[in-house]
């Protein structure tokens, strides 16, 4: 959920980094697909989504089973945290070239907010207007939240209103592990990334190692081998990878918490390395099918908005959801396929809304950010001339 990478490496090509923005494009497209298979027949959650696709032997849970592959939820989530971990650690790295350690972290936090905060308050900011005027009037059976909700989910307090913002949340939450991991990894080298990778792993059994954040237990490991694939001998590595590699790694990753139990411990820490080795491969190797599908005009524009789309989508999906219910009788009947067909007029009505988001929220806040940073900057330099005058 991050904006286009600007720079991963000066020696890089323009197709690895436009590989990654498409990639990132996809996975918030297939976020959305995702909640639409499964809002019209709850148990799909039990009967088929947890399930393991070998202990499903019903044809049409099976063709659903292959849809959520395909069109995933927690897979996008793991691959946008393994690339905030690579990209921030990027930004970081290139700015301890011209800061003190303690500016870089203090610049670090203040930008990341500004960069989060606004796409997060304009979302909620919508869907609090589409409640009043559909909600609490009764045009349609969209939730009716209340102005309490609304400021919590603009904070990140609770997210029980824009529900996929807990990954902001989470976000906002890993910024002191990030920043951690990869002080530890400058200072001692790639075996401090390899500890730190370790203590994520060990905190999805012991979430008190995470100070019971929620949900950080479960993707810390995700975050910090970002860290680790920013690492200058991961990220020069000069491996040779065949044509094929970045459709086979993105497969097996997407497949991987669909073939054993999804609440599996090992599923959850392979999903982790496999996101980490799709990323790796993309940024290594733009070539092949997969290549140019995710160098594609439509996965670059994708992966421009992405952040934007996967918050404001949410309230366009309920109030596509909400018409569904009131005018289309007994949708559960038919619930894969109207909920495919409401993720797609969703993703037609939220993409042009994402664009505007993206060049009048997003860019000013990342500005305003540096604005900031720049007048701390320049007040703590003036400080310092009249101290030392």
């Not at 500004?114 to 349609?140: D, T």
């Not at 990220?235 to 097996?252: D, E, H, K, M, Y």
């Amino acid at each position: 959920m991050e904006p286009a990478i600007a720079d991963i490496n000066q020696r890089r090509s323009s197709e690895h980094i436009k590989g990654l923005d498409g990639l990132r494009g996809f996975a918030a497209l297939s976020v959305t697909f995702f909640h639409g298979i499964l809002h019209f027949d709850d148990s799909l959650v039990g009967r088929v989504l947890y399930a393991p696709i070998a202990t499903i032997d019903n044809a049409n849970d099976l063709a659903v089973k292959f849809l959520l592959m395909i069109f995933n939820g927690d897979a996008p989530v793991m691959l946008f945290f393994v690339l905030s971990g690579l990209v921030l650690s990027l930004s970081l790295r290139s700015d301890l070239s011209k800061k003190t350690t303690a500016q870089a972290c203090i610049d670090f936090v203040i930008k990341r907010l500004f960069r989060i905060y606004p796409v997060v308050i304009i979302s909620m900011g919508l869907m609090y207007v589409i409640s009043l005027a559909f909600g609490h009037s009764g045009l349609l059976p969209f939730p009716i939240y209340t102005f309490k909700q609304c400021y919590e989910n603009m904070a990140l307090w609770n997210t029980s209103m824009l529900g996929p913002s807990w990954s902001v949340q989470v976000e906002i939450m890993a910024i002191p592990f990030v920043l951690f991991a990869f002080l530890l990894g400058e200072r001692f080298g790639i075996m401090a990334l390899i500890f730190s990778i370790t203590y994520g792993i060990y905190s999805i059994d012991y979430p008190y190692l995470v100070l019971f954040m929620p949900n950080m237990w479960v993707y810390l490991c995700g975050f910090i081998m970002g860290v680790a694939l920013s690492y200058p001998a991961i990220l020069n590595s000069t491996a040779t990878l065949p044509r094929s590699v970045v459709g086979i790694t993105l497969f097996v990753f997407i497949a991987t918490r669909h073939i054993v139990s999804r609440n599996g411990i090992s599923s959850i820490v392979a999903q982790a390395i496999l996101a980490a080795l799709v990323v790796f491969s993309v940024a290594k190797k733009s070539e092949g099918f997969t290549g140019r599908i995710l160098s594609s005009k439509p996965a670059q524009i994708m992966g421009k908005i992405s952040f934007s789309f996967y918050l404001i989508n949410v309230p366009i999906l309920g109030l596509v959801w909400a018409m569904i219910e009131k005018y289309v009788p007994h949708p559960e009947v038919h619930s894969t396929s109207i909920g495919l067909a409401s993720a797609l007029a969703t993703t037609i009505i939220a993409v042009p809304i994402s664009l505007l988001a993206e060049r009048y929220v997003e860019r000013p806040g990342i500005r305003a950010g540096r604005i900031v940073v720049n007048a701390l900057r320049r007040s703590s330099g003036d400080k310092h001339e009249t101290i030392s005058a």
